[in-house]
Antibody, heavy 120, light 106 residues
Framework: QVQLVQSGPEVKKPGASVKVSCKAS????????VSWIRQAPGQGLEWMGWISGHNGNKNYAQKFRGRLTVNTDTSTGTAYMELRSLRFDDTAVYFC?????????????WGQGTLVTVSS | FVLTQSPGTLSLSPGERASLSCRASQALTTNFLAWYQQRPGQAPRLLIS???RRATGIPDRFSGSGSGTDFTLTIGRLEPEDFAVYYCQQYESSPTFGPGTKVDIK
């Protein structure tokens, strides 16, 4: 079955960077894309960016351009999300999700989420 | 695209029918709209894509409909596990989500 397993919780100081990994299994990685979505405590869902598993094409939400990088390692079927210059309001659960190969669309499998806490 | 959902909270009893609304700020010409369910402490789960296409393993008491700017998720008869938060999401352009509707037990 499709599984996305994310790395563990992180605590970071303001201004630092965080990198979250997402190991995919149960499907052909290069036939799909991966999106990243976050959810602040008690809040709704926010799409951050997408990457093609096939050719590495990327698309970022305007809000995160310049501060967000998404990558993949097709040899291991792993996706990565790095967010820089962290602020207090970046505290959230970050989800990786399986997406379409041609662009950000609908999300049919979700990782378990990674809590990133930004605290001084 | 800004999505608004109503009501914010829907209080119903098991066995009742639930109707959740999602309205888009401009018409979705492609009907590229999805619905997700999120239970407390869990990741969201895809219910519906393309306005009305049930995802694999989703019971047929869940159905989606609509077009243009107005979309609806209907839950035919509420089961205990259906009490959760529901989000709509458009993917005609860069994905955006609605703020969610909480379905709780009356």
């Amino acid at each position: 079955q499709v599984q996305l397993v994310q790395s563990g919780p992180e605590v970071k100081k303001p201004g630092a960077s965080v990198k979250v990994s997402c190991k995919a299994s149960g499907y052909i990685f290069i036939d799909y894309g991966v999106s990243w979505i976050r959810q602040a405590p008690g809040q709704g869902l926010e799409w951050m960016g997408w990457i093609s598993g096939h050719n590495g094409n990327k698309n970022y939400a305007q809000k995160f351009r310049g501060r967000l990088t998404v990558n993949t390692d097709t040899s291991t079927g792993t996706a990565y999300m790095e967010l820089r210059s962290l602020r207090f309001d970046d505290t959230a659960v970050y989800f990786c999700v399986r997406d379409r190969e041609l662009g950000a669309n609908w999300f049919d499998s979700w990782g378990q989420g990674t809590l990133v806490t930004v605290s001084s | 695209f800004v999505l608004t959902q109503s009501p914010g909270t829907l209080s119903l009893s098991p066995g009742e029918r639930a109707s959740l609304s999602c309205r888009a700020s401009q018409a979705l010409t492609t009907n590229f709209l999805a619905w997700y369910q999120q239970r407390p402490g869990q990741a969201p789960r895809l219910l519906i894509s393309h306005t009305s296409r049930r995802a694999t393993g989703i019971p047929d008491r869940f159905s989606g409909s609509g077009s243009g700017t107005d979309f609806t998720l209907t839950i035919g008869r509420l089961e205990p596990e259906d009490f959760a938060v529901y989000y709509c999401q458009q993917y005609e352009s860069s994905p955006t989500f609605g703020p969610g509707t909480k379905v709780d037990i009356k």
